[in-house]
Structure formats: structure tokens, C-alpha cells
């Protein structure tokens, strides 16, 4: 099983929709969570970024950690064509030996429709 | 801004070869990073680099090895080329103590025939 587990899509959705991106884990000791959207022919660029559970909002944009059930999710509203794009959860843990080192999940490929 | 260029965006070598593929990024980070990016299996972590001349394994580095002599540059090595080791290949860099904000580059796609 791996750590981290993200379903790669295909998401295609209308634009205007709510779309929600979603990743588990297994690992109890992940303590820092991130968002990274890789558009096409671009490398991964950091887009939300959270410590400890709870919500965390950034314009059209809300991450969502669930420690208890190791869950997190990414929530887009009011989605946009400029959207579209690989999006990629990423998790570290607090205090390792291998400082800055994260594990990603697969990615899920997001396309938003005009 | 942050910038980390990778010297090639498409590369094409021959089994056995040997692959020099270099990073370098302009930010002082100490944290340097070589992943590689195959489709449903996401980012895997080859080697990375908290420090002039330090290297750590990460989950697969087996037939890579790296080399960092500068703190700008960060390289990676494929000693002996295989058609196993297609794929794109993402340097990023940070600061020794940011957990999780890692700063990519565009990426090479290398094809090895």
C-alpha cells in the first residue's frame, strides 16, 4: 500500500462547478500538507499548504485536513479553464532526519470546460 | 523570483549511455532534489541534497547517482542508460528548514531508445 494514495482522474467538469480533489494516507506521523498544481509542460508549483487539521482558505480556494480519518482534501469553487491542470497533495513529517523531504501522491488530472 | 533551470527540456539517448542531467537554481537554497515523474505513480524521490557535497538516498535511486559541488548546482547522473529510465525528471530546490515548499524546475523529458 502506498502512503499516499490520489486518484489520478480523469476530472472533467463544467466551468462555474465545485470540484473537490481528494488524497489519503496511512502514515500517522504526516504533520505538513500541501497542494502543488503542475500544469501541462510546467513543473509543480506550491498552492496551499496547511498544518494540523482544519480548513485553510485562499480566494476560490480551501484545503481540508482530516487527521483522524487521514484525509485531506482540496476544495476549487467558482472553477475556471485556467484551473485545468495536474494537481498533486504532498505530506511531510515534523521533525524528520530528512528535513524538507515530501511524499506525493499520483496527481489528479483536472480539466475544466467553458 | 525563484528560479531552478534544468539544462535540457527533451532528451534522447542510447541504451548504456551515460546521462548527465544538471540543475540550477539561483535562491541559495541548501535543500536540493532530483524526482522523477511516470504517469499513476506520481513524484518519486531519487536523490536529494541538504548541503555542498551531502547526498541521501531517496526511494529510488538505484542506477542514479548524484553530484553537488556547488551549492547552485545539483546534478544527476544515470551511469548506464536504460529504456526502465524514460521518463521526466523534476529538480527542485528549498530551504533546509521549509517543510514543503519546494521550488521545481520545467523538467526534462528523457527518452532513452
Known amino acids: 500500500q502506498k502512503e499516499v494514495e490520489q486518484d489520478p482522474g480523469p476530472l472533467s467538469v463544467p466551468e462555474g462547478a465545485i470540484v473537490s480533489l481528494n488524497c489519503t494516507y496511512s502514515?500517522?506521523?504526516?504533520?505538513?500538507f500541501m497542494w502543488y498544481r503542475q500544469y501541462s509542460r510546467k513543473g509543480p508549483e506550491l498552492l496551499m499548504y496547511t498544518y494540523s487539521s482544519g480548513n485553510k482558505e485562499d480566494g476560490r480556494f480551501t484545503a481540508q485536513v482530516d487527521k483522524s480519518s487521514k484525509y485531506i482534501s482540496l476544495f476549487i469553487r467558482d472553477s475556471q479553464p485556467s484551473d485545468s491542470a495536474t494537481y498533486l497533495c504532498?505530506?511531510?513529517?515534523?521533525?524528520?532526519?530528512?528535513?524538507?523531504?515530501?511524499?506525493f501522491g499520483q496527481g489528479t488530472t483536472l480539466q475544466v470546460k467553458p | 523570483d525563484v528560479k531552478v533551470t534544468q539544462s535540457s527540456r527533451y532528451l534522447v539517448k542510447r541504451t548504456g549511455e551515460k546521462v548527465f542531467l544538471e540543475c540550477v537554481q539561483d535562491m541559495d537554497h541548501e535543500n536540493m532534489f532530483w524526482y522523477r515523474q511516470d504517469p499513476g505513480l506520481g513524484l518519486r524521490l531519487i536523490y536529494f541534497?541538504?548541503?555542498?557535497?551531502?547526498?541521501e538516498k531517496g526511494d529510488i535511486p538505484e542506477g542514479y547517482s548524484v553530484s553537488r559541488e556547488k551549492k547552485e548546482r545539483f546534478s544527476l547522473i544515470l551511469e548506464s542508460a536504460s529504456t526502465n529510465q524514460t521518463s521526466m525528471y523534476l529538480c527542485?530546490?528549498?530551504?533546509?528548514?521549509?517543510?514543503?515548499?519546494?521550488?521545481f524546475g520545467p523538467g526534462t523529458r528523457l527518452t532513452v531508445t
Open positions: 541534497s541538504y548541503d555542498v557535497k551531502m547526498k
Open positions: 527542485a530546490s528549498s530551504f533546509l528548514t521549509a517543510v514543503g515548499e519546494q521550488y
Open positions: 502514515n500517522s506521523a504526516f504533520q505538513y
Open positions: 504532498a505530506m511531510s513529517v515534523k521533525g524528520s532526519s530528512n528535513t524538507g523531504k515530501l511524499i
